[in-house]
């Protein structure tokens, strides 16, 4: 990456501090990136739609979709809102480039979630297990159980 281009993303990039069970705010097209801590993504049931370790991009949302961002434990966000990625673009087309990079690695992680759901519990739960050791050693077993479509108690039980 360019330094000028790292410059003025420097200029517009906002990092923020946020405590556990904390929402963080978003607006439609703004890119977070976890810096550390854990992130799930919600629905209007609480059902969990994402696991946001560090390291991991989520999208800003409309606020009447819906879903939220929760932080699960005390953490950092670093975050690109619309008008500063229109800057950067604005100066530095190949920026382009990186943002469509960002959206295919988002889009095909969402892709696991579904794929995962297509198949039975047992085996969501096989496969869950050996593709994301980092979050079973980190969530409770009722937050994996919701992310993958299943009871929790009879999560527990397989």
Excluded at 10 to 35: K, N, P, Q, T, Y
Excluded at 37 to 64: Q, R
């Amino acid at each position: 990456m360019a330094p000028a281009l790292r410059l003025t993303i420097a200029e517009v990039l906002a990092i923020r501090h946020f405590r556990e069970d904390r929402a963080i705010s978003s607006a439609l097209g703004d890119v977070h990136f976890v810096l550390s801590g854990f992130v799930i993504k919600t629905d209007e049931d609480d059902s969990i739609l994402e696991f946001l370790p560090e390291g991991e991009f989520m999208f800003g949302t409309a606020h009447n979709d819906g879903t939220g961002f929760i932080c699960k434990t005390d953490s950092t966000i670093a975050t690109l809102n619309q008008d500063g990625i229109l800057a950067i673009l604005k100066e530095h087309v190949i920026f382009q480039l990186y943002m469509n990079i960002i959206v295919h690695t988002v889009l095909a992680k969402r892709q696991i979630r579904s794929k995962l759901l297509a198949k039975p519990v047992r085996q969501r739960k096989e496969l869950f297990y050996r593709m994301f050791p980092e979050v079973v050693q980190r969530r409770p077993m009722y937050e994996i159980a919701s992310y993958l479509g299943s009871n929790p108690n009879y999560f527990g039980s397989i």
